[in-house]
T-cell receptor, first 116, second 114 residues
Framework: NAGVMQNPRHLVRRRGQEARLRCSPM?????VYWYRQLPEEGLKFMVY????????ESGMPKERFSAEFPKEGPSILRIQQVVRGDSAAYFC??????????????FGQGTRLTVV | AQSVTQLGSHVSVSEGALVLLRCNYS??????LFWYVQYPNQGLQLLLK??????LVKGINGFEAEFKKSETSFHLTKPSAHMSDAAEYFC????????????FGTGTRLTIIP
């Protein structure tokens, strides 16, 4: 059973371009979480999705960022018109059901976005 | 709101020595607490978690952590360090309700000296 797969692992974009980060959850997992790690900071929650639904997007910047998790295919984190401050590591995690006492989320290796 | 503070961004210990990584939390509600490890070029892996059962939690690879409410701490320990323990360690907290949203500390990079 493959783990959470994120691609690309490294992404370089020029200011003003769009970045699309993909996350394929573990088999049987329908819950996906995105986190961002800025340099010298801890991971910060961005958004929680369950197949085709956004459950909690309280950590998403209000502009330029969007996320989806379609019925088929990976979850996508999309950043439009990237700026230097978007340079960070973006981590995806997945779980088979809502995390709780007996359910944990499994993390991918992350996508490192560099905006030049 | 919850937060965690990890004291020491870099910790070095000799092989065979005690490992102690510090984490203090702040939470207005009873928390869940977690320790994750990240090896180079890999994703975060859960070491252990506290979910209001036993205050001493045992995890994988010989690690354990003790929840101390009076000190608002959840320090990670291992009696004897191995070279393979070299990695970055993250403490995290969540509320019991809405616990899918983790708040992480800034991480501690552990170096093992041969």
């Amino acid at each position: 059973n493959a783990g959470v797969m994120q691609n690309p692992r490294h992404l370089v974009r020029r200011r003003g371009q769009e970045a699309r980060l993909r996350c394929s959850p573990m088999k049987g997992h329908s819950h996906v979480y995105w986190y961002r790690q800025l340099p010298e900071e801890g991971l910060k929650f961005m958004v929680y999705l369950q197949k085709e639904n956004i459950i909690d997007e309280s950590g998403m910047p209000k502009e330029r960022f969007s996320a989806e998790f379609p019925k088929e295919g990976p979850s996508i984190l999309r950043i439009q018109q990237v700026v230097r401050g978007d340079s960070a590591a973006y981590f995806c995690a997945s779980s088979p059901q809502r995390t709780g006492v007996n359910t944990e989320a499994f993390f991918g290796q992350g996508t490192r976005l560099t905006v030049v | 709101a919850q937060s965690v503070t990890q004291l020491g961004s870099h910790v070095s210990v000799s092989e065979g020595a005690l490992v102690l990584l510090r984490c203090n939390y702040s939470s207005s509600v009873p928390p869940y607490l977690f320790w994750y490890v990240q090896y180079p070029n890999q994703g975060l892996q859960l070491l252990l978690k506290y979910t209001s059962a036993a205050t001493l939690v045992k995890g994988i690879n010989g690690f354990e952590a003790e929840f101390k409410k009076s000190e608002t701490s959840f320090h990670l320990t291992k009696p004897s360090a191995h070279m393979s323990d070299a990695a970055e360690y993250f403490c995290a907290v969540s509320a019991i309700v809405g616990n899918e949203k983790l708040t992480f500390g800034t991480g501690t990079r552990l170096t093992i000296i041969p």
